[in-house]
C-alpha cells in the first residue's frame, strides 16, 4: 500500500498568496522613479519572482530634453539601472500609439469642448491598469504591483481600495476608475507607508541611485505645464480668439483661444478696470466665448456625473440615494454628499456644501463617511443640474 504524502500547506505570503514568495511572479509597473523602483526592490528582497516592465509612452528624443516627467527617457535609463542593481529581467514595452489614442487625443478633445481633463486617470485606466495589466497576465504573473500611494485591503466581500496612510501622498483621486476585476490583480505596497521619507529610507537601504530623484511634477507629455501649447500642436487652430462676456452676454473683451482658460480662472483675464473681481464660470467652445461672473457664481451644489465606476457593495443602483463623501479636486479633502443614481452608470451628487470652481472633465470621487474605503467614482459632465 502506497501512503501517499500530503503537500505542505502555506500560510499567505505578503501579497496574499497560499504560496511560496519564490513560485509567485509579480510584475511591477517601473516608471523610473523612486516609488515604484522600491516595490520591485522590497518585492525582489522577499524573494519573489519579480519582473519590471517600463512603458514608453512618448518619443524619446522629446522626453530627454524634459526634466520632471514620468515616462520619459531618462527614466527609462533609471529604471533599467534599479533593474540591473536589484538583479531581476526588464522590458521597455513600446504604447506610444497606444497612449496617444487612449489618453492624448482625449486629453486635446476634451479642452476643445471647454472641459478640464485628467489625463492621469486616463492613463491608469486604459493603459496602465488594462493594457499593460493583460501583458502581466500574458507573462504568467500571479499579480502587478504598482508604486501608488492607495491600499487594497481584503473586505467581506471581496478586495476593497482604501485612501492611503498617508493623507499627503493618497492617489485614490486617480484610481478610482480601477475595476472589481482589476483590484483582484493589482497590488499596493506602498500604500501603508506613513510617509514619503519611509520610501526614500527603503530606496537607501536598497543601494538604489533614484533614492533622492525629484518627483515628477507635470502630466508626462505636457512640458512645464502649458496645456495650451501642447493642445495648439495637436489640434491646428484650436486657440482661435473671441470674446469674454459676462453672464447677461455683455462683452467685456477679447480672448486669445477658450484652451487657454480654466473654470475657477481669476487672473489674466486681461479685462482690468472693474469694481468686482471677476471669475471664468463657462466656457463656451462653440461661441469662442469665455463666460465671467462674480465669486458667487462658481458655487455648485448637485453635480451629474456619468461613467461612474462603483467598488462599493452591491449595484450602484441597489439605494436610491446614499450618504458620500466626495472630492471634486485631488487637492481638496472629501466633503460631505447625498449620492443619487440615475441609471447603471450615472448619477447626481449633491454636495451638502457648494464648492467652487467644479468643471466638466473633472472627477468625483466618491468615498464612505468617516472612513477611507473608495466607493467608485465618475466624470463630472457638462453642466450643474438645477434643483
Known amino acids: 500500500m502506497t501512503v501517499q504524502t500530503p503537500l505542505p500547506a502555506f500560510a499567505a505570503n505578503s501579497l496574499g498568496f497560499a504560496k511560496p514568495c519564490a513560485q509567485t511572479r509579480v510584475v511591477v509597473a517601473m516608471s523610473g522613479g523612486v516609488d515604484s523602483s522600491v516595490v520591485a526592490a522590497m518585492l525582489k528582497a522577499e524573494g519573489y519572482d519579480v519582473i519590471g516592465v517600463t512603458l514608453q509612452l512618448y ?14 527617457g531618462q527614466d527609462i535609463h533609471d529604471a533599467r539601472r534599479v533593474a540591473e542593481r536589484i538583479g531581476i529581467p526588464h522590458y521597455v514595452l513600446d504604447y506610444e500609439n497606444r497612449f496617444r489614442e487612449s489618453v492624448i487625443d482625449e486629453f486635446a478633445d476634451a479642452y476643445l469642448a471647454g472641459a478640464t481633463p485628467v489625463p492621469c486617470i486616463r492613463c491608469n485606466e486604459r493603459v496602465k491598469f488594462r493594457d499593460l495589466l493583460q501583458t502581466a497576465r500574458d507573462l504568467d504573473a500571479d499579480c502587478m504591483a504598482t508604486g501608488h500611494y492607495i491600499r487594497r485591503l481584503d473586505g467581506p466581500h471581496g478586495a476593497e481600495l482604501h485612501a492611503a496612510a498617508d493623507p499627503g501622498r493618497d492617489q485614490s483621486y486617480f484610481l478610482f476608475s480601477t ?17 514619503k ?12 541611485a533614484v533614492a533622492d530623484k525629484p518627483d515628477s511634477q507635470d502630466i508626462c507629455f505636457v512640458p512645464d505645464g502649458d496645456y495650451a501649447a501642447v493642445i495648439e500642436k495637436l489640434r491646428p487652430g484650436a486657440a482661435d480668439p473671441g470674446e469674454i462676456v459676462d453672464m447677461d452676454s455683455t462683452v467685456l473683451g477679447t480672448h486669445r483661444g477658450v484652451i487657454h482658460y480654466t473654470i475657477g480662472q481669476r487672473r489674466g483675464l486681461g479685462i482690468g478696470g472693474l469694481d468686482t473681481p471677476l471669475y471664468v464660470v ?21 453635480i451629474p456625473v456619468a461613467e461612474v465606476n462603483w467598488l462599493g457593495d452591491g449595484a450602484l443602483t441597489d439605494v436610491a440615494e446614499r450618504s458620500v463623501a466626495v472630492r471634486v479636486r485631488s487637492t ?15 448619477a447626481h ?24 474605503r473608495v466607493l467608485g467614482g465618475g466624470w463630472i459632465t457638462a453642466k450643474e443640474v438645477r434643483r
Request: with cysteine.
Open 59 to 72: 518619443d524619446h528624443g522629446a522626453a530627454l530634453k524634459k526634466i520632471g516627467a514620468c515616462c520619459a
Open 179 to 195: 475595476t472589481r476585476e482589476q483590484l483582484d490583480f493589482l497590488r499596493f505596497p506602498l500604500g501603508g507607508l506613513a510617509s
Open 197 to 208: 521619507a519611509d520610501t526614500r529610507a527603503l530606496a537607501a537601504a536598497h543601494g538604489l
Open 282 to 302: 463657462r466656457l463656451d467652445p462653440a461661441a469662442r466665448r469665455v463666460v465671467v461672473g462674480p465669486r458667487e457664481a462658481l458655487a455648485t451644489r448637485v
Open 332 to 346: 481638496r479633502p472629501p466633503v460631505p454628499a447625498l449620492l443619487r443614481p440615475t441609471g447603471a452608470t450615472t
Open 349 to 372: 451628487v449633491e454636495l451638502l456644501t457648494p464648492e467652487e470652481g467644479v468643471s466638466p472633465g473633472q472627477a468625483c470621487v466618491f468615498y464612505e463617511p468617516g472612513a477611507t
